[in-house]
């Protein structure tokens, strides 16, 4: 399989990069580097010979379609994004321009190139708005009320990737992800509260929890992810999943778990709620289980423990 993977060098792209070429696999990656960094790709690069290509550019610009067409992926797999809800509520037209903008020009460039099959990473913590705690943990037949405008994007985006598969046979999956963490998740970025806890934890620091900490995410880990990816690569057509744990997770507990493990008995400091964000969120994953045989193997304590090995090994 010939796949393309926009958004290849951040922390879940280079995941799946290393799978599909583990699987051998040949990729081309997209990435503008404003969020991925090429050390996240450094053993991809380095063992892989003539099976991966890196392009330098941003999803935003109108050659992005040329440079897909001419690479002729088989798969597009487009994790490509602005990621935060936060800069998605200050900024909604740059939060456009990427998520929307620059992602039909990605699906203008899998048209034009055969065409090939999208794999789209869509968000599963803001595409269903703010669910009914007894409906959680939420099904995709759950009504899609997303409260910011990173979770419009997203869930238009889905609606682009329908049209164009009924106007020229682009077949898609959507994968709506919950709270995806593990190595090579940026420390010292906005989102990601499990590498930005780790990398505190273990720099002494004092780890801020947003609002009253009761607040719940499902958390799952990068690889069991990356795998629903790669499956999606060959099933699941014309179909959006979840893919979560069904768990919800409060964020105090997290942070008291993770404090345990990283020898920490410092309380956390509190701070006032952010617009935008989520108080409780958990995907029920059973669809996925049905049509791409997917299922989450990784615990939390298993993750997260991986997560504090990581950070402490790398440095960051």
């Known amino acids: 399989m010939h796949a393309l993977v926009t958004g290849g060098a951040g922390f879940i792209g280079s995941t799946l990069v290393d799978r599909l070429l583990a699987e051998g696999h040949t990729v081309d990656v997209i990435d503008n580097l404003s969020s991925g960094s090429l050390a996240n790709l450094a053993d991809a690069r380095a063992g892989s010979q003539h099976d991966l290509k890196f392009h330098q550019i941003d999803i935003r610009a109108p050659e992005v379609v040329e440079l897909i067409e001419r690479r002729s992926p088989e798969v597009v797999f487009h994790l490509a994004a602005q ?19 620059g992602a039909l020009n990605v699906l203008e460039g899998a048209r034009r190139a055969g065409p090939a099959k999208v794999v789209f990473a869509s968000s599963g913590g803001t595409i269903y708005g703010e669910p009914d705690p007894s409906a959680l943990p939420v099904t995709e037949a759950a009504p899609h009320r997303p409260l910011s405008p990173y979770g419009v994007s997203k869930n238009a985006f889905t609606d682009y990737l329908v049209a164009y598969r009924e106007l020229h046979e682009v077949e898609f999956t959507s994968l709506a992800l919950a709270n995806v963490y593990g190595p090579r998740q940026d420390p010292h970025g906005e989102a990601g509260v499990v590498s930005i806890f780790a990398g505190r934890l273990l720099a002494g620091e004092p780890c801020t929890v947003f609002g009253t900490g009761m607040q719940t995410r499902d958390f799952v880990y990068v690889d069991d992810v990356v795998d629903a990816f790669y499956r999606a690569a060959t099933r699941g057509g014309g179909l959006l999943f979840n893919i979560g744990t069904g768990r919800e997770v409060s964020v105090i507990e997290l942070y008291d778990a993770m404090a345990a493990a990283a020898g920490v008995n410092t309380p956390a400091v509190f701070a006032p709620a952010r617009v935008g964000e989520l108080d409780r969120i958990a995907l029920d994953a059973s669809k996925a289980r049905l049509h791409l045989g997917w299922e989450p193997w990784t615990d939390l304590a298993a993750g997260t423990s991986a997560v504090i090995e990581w950070t402490r090994a790398s440095g960051r």
């Open 83 to 101: 990621a935060d809800v936060r800069v998605s509520v200050a900024d909604p037209v740059l939060d456009a321009q990427i998520n929307l903008i």
